[in-house]
Each structure stands twice: as C-alpha cells, then as structure tokens.
C-alpha cells in the first residue's frame, strides 16, 4: 500500500482522538506510549521513530522478541514524534505491515491463505512440515499462537477450504473492535509457526 494511503487511513483513525494499536497507544499530538503507561511522568522520550526498532527489540527484562506481535512489548518510553510520516514509520518498527493489513482488511479486499496453501510452497529443510496433519496443526496453533506468549494478531485463515480451525480458535473475521483501535489482523501462518509444525512433524512417535 502507498505511504499516502497509509497516512490518510492513520489520519482518519486519529480524527477521533488517540488510537490503539496492538500494545500502544497513539494520541492526535503524535505520541505513542505502551497503554499501560499513559499516568506515568517517567518515562523515557524520544523523538527519532527508528527509535522504534530498539523499542520493539527486547522485553521488560532484556529477552529479545522474536514475534513483534507478541504481547510482551517493553514499558517506560514515550514517541514524540513530528507528524502522521513519522508515526506511521515507527508502528511500522513496532508492528510490521500493521497499518497496511488492517487498511486493506477494512476495504474488504484481505485475501486469507489457508494453512495448507503456505505449507505447500515449502521446500528444503521445511517440506516435511506439509506432512503436518490437521490434528496437530490445531495442536501447534493453540500453543503458539494463543499460548504463552501468544500473539495479538486476529487470524482470518483456516487449515483448509475444508477444515475449519479448531473449537476456540475460530478465525475472527467478524470480530468487533472498538472504533478506536487499529486491529492486528494475521493473513497467512508466519514463519515461527511453519517452523513449530515442522518440529511436530519430526518428533519421534
């Protein structure tokens, strides 16, 4: 999606007032903060948006994030930051392709790939995970993506045309969110859960 898109779709969110993505807040003056730290006077301010990627890099306690989807986001800093460019640059740091997947996603025109679709495009050390069967991909997907840590991203694609997901994890196409907040939507399986199914499929019986 082109960067003015990006900045008309931010725009039109933040016309409202402040605005939630994932774990953050963003307010009209272009500030983002974590949402658990809008009474805090301490914290930590910066005004450069690459700033954004050491943000996103570690936990509270120092643990690198693989998944910036992960609802483990680090406390105690502040964005100030000097316009819509600069606040789309840095939730782009914070969550990658956010912006663009929610726009697209709320013009209807979101296409989901099932499970089965980015299993099949596998090749190398990762083909074997195709061997996955739907029982264990219900298996992995609960544990990775509604474990712990978990992720934030609403999944809209099931395991196939014919298998639904399993029985609370039903993709949530239909969810509500408040009018507020910037949804985290998931289009396709990422590369930690490929990763996690091909282990399943490895182990020995």
Same mark, same amino acid.
């Given at each position: 999606?082109?960067?003015?898109? =990006? ?15 994932? @774990? &953050? ?7 983002? %903060?974590h949402e658990e730290?809008?009474? $805090? ?15 996103? $890099? #570690?936990?509270?306690?120092?643990? #690198?994030?693989? /998944? *910036? ?21 840095? =939730?782009?740091? =914070?969550?990658? !392709? !956010? =912006?663009?997947t929610a726009a697209?996603?709320?013009?209807? %025109? /979101?296409?989901? &790939?099932?499970?089965? @679709? ?7 050390? #990762? +083909? ?7 029982? @264990? !991909? ?13 992720? /934030?991203?609403?999944? &809209? ?5 014919? %298998?639904? /997901? !399993? ?5 949530? *196409? ?12 998931? +289009? ?9 199914? $091909?282990?399943? &499929?490895?182990?020995?019986?």
């Open positions: 999606m082109m960067m003015d898109s =990006l900045l008309d779709f931010l725009g039109a969110k933040l016309a409202d007032g402040p605005c939630r993505v994932g @774990q &953050v807040v963003v307010s009209g003056d272009f500030c983002i %903060r730290d809008a009474d $805090r006077d301490d914290l930590v301010r910066h005004s450069d948006p690459h700033e954004a990627i050491v943000i996103a $890099r #570690y936990d509270d306690a120092g643990k #690198y994030r693989p /998944l *910036k989807t992960a609802p483990n986001l680090a406390h105690g800093w502040l964005l100030d930051l000097g316009g819509l460019s600069e606040v789309t640059l840095a =939730l782009n740091f =914070l969550y990658p !392709a !956010a =912006l663009g697209v996603q709320e013009s209807g %025109r /979101l296409a989901a &790939v099932d499970l089965r @679709q980015t299993l099949a495009r596998q090749t190398g050390m #990762y +083909a074997v995970v195709k061997k996955i069967t739907d029982a @264990q !991909a219900d298996e992995v997907i609960g544990r990775v993506c509604r474990g712990r840590p978990g992720c /934030l991203r609403g999944i &809209v694609w099931n395991i196939s045309p014919e %298998r639904q /997901l !399993a029985c609370g994890l039903t993709p949530v *196409k239909n969810r509500d969110f408040a009018q507020s907040e910037i949804p985290l939507w998931c +289009a396709e399986a990422c590369n930690l859960l490929v990763a996690e199914g $091909r282990t399943v &499929v490895k182990k020995p019986s």
